[in-house]
């Protein structure tokens, strides 16, 4: 099964066990035809929600989080928010050499239809 | 599922199909209109870009994103879409994901 998260610049690669990327043409754009959508697509899976991102916050600045689940690297987390706010939180968290980076990218939300002023 | 390709087309992302409700896509930022967009519409700039550099060397120096996108099915007829970063800057995939997010209007 191929490694997914092998990447030039962040993880260390052995020489001559690199993998090939792909062709770009095999990137073919290609709609789904009726026999996929007979099934139901797969249960969600349970792990997927042990995110650094819901981490409690706390007040002693040095207590340190705990190091993410590997399952949960590179997947897009969003922020839960109840009411439409002005602002959305993205992030996720990845892994360089040996530690683990989290990334939190906040985006201004435009309302379709909204007047400003 | 199709919201979303239809919303991976417009922001000019390639895809392709390697599991059951699972694609894997590319995408590469234009860089001449990249710049000059942002300018146009500072909130979502990628949906302007149209440009796709094809050349040899350009290649090896341009940013590649490249993520998979899972669709999997929740409790109470409720869907989550998961995508996950397989190669590419991690801002880059994070804005994208935002514009995507936007063009299906889940934003």
Redesign the interface.
Same mark, same amino acid.
Request: hydrophobic share 40%.
């Given at each position: 099964m191929n490694n997914?998260?092998a990447?030039d610049h962040e993880d260390a690669t052995v020489p001559g066990f690199d993998i090939p990327n792909s062709p770009?043409s095999?990137?073919?754009? &290609?709609?789904?035809g009726n026999e996929?959508d007979a099934?139901?697509?797969?249960? &969600?899976?349970p792990h997927?929600q042990h995110t650094l991102l819901s981490y409690p916050a706390s007040a002693d600045a040095s207590d340190s989080i705990p190091l993410p689940q590997h399952v949960i690297l590179?997947?897009?987390y969003?922020e839960n928010r109840e009411a439409p706010r002005s602002v959305?939180a993205?992030?996720?968290s990845?892994r360089f050499r040996s530690k683990f980076?989290t990334?939190v990218?906040y985006?201004?939300?435009?309302r379709?239809g909204s007047t400003s002023s | 599922?199709?919201v979303v390709?239809g919303a991976l087309?417009e922001l000019t992302v390639?895809?392709? !199909?390697i599991g059951?409700?699972n694609m894997?896509?590319?995408w590469i930022p234009g860089t001449a209109g990249y710049g000059e967009s942002m300018l146009n519409d500072p %909130?979502y700039p990628i949906a302007n870009q149209h440009s796709i550099i094809e050349t040899d060397e350009a290649i090896a120096t341009v940013n590649v994103v490249k993520f998979?996108v899972?669709?999997? !099915?929740?409790r109470d007829e409720k869907?989550?879409l998961?995508?996950?970063? %397989?190669?590419g800057p991690?801002?880059l995939?994070?804005?994208l994901?935002?514009a995507l997010?936007?063009q299906v209007?889940?934003?």
């Open positions: 997914p998260h990447e770009d095999s990137y073919n754009n &290609v709609h789904p996929d099934r139901d697509p797969p249960v &969600v899976p997927l590179n997947h897009l969003i959305v993205l992030g996720f990845h980076v990334v990218l985006k201004p939300v435009h379709r | 599922m199709m390709l087309q390639c895809w392709k !199909k059951h409700y894997k896509c590319r %909130v998979e899972q669709l999997y !099915k929740a869907y989550l998961d995508l996950q970063r %397989v190669q991690q801002f995939f994070l804005d994901c935002a997010l936007a209007q889940v934003i």
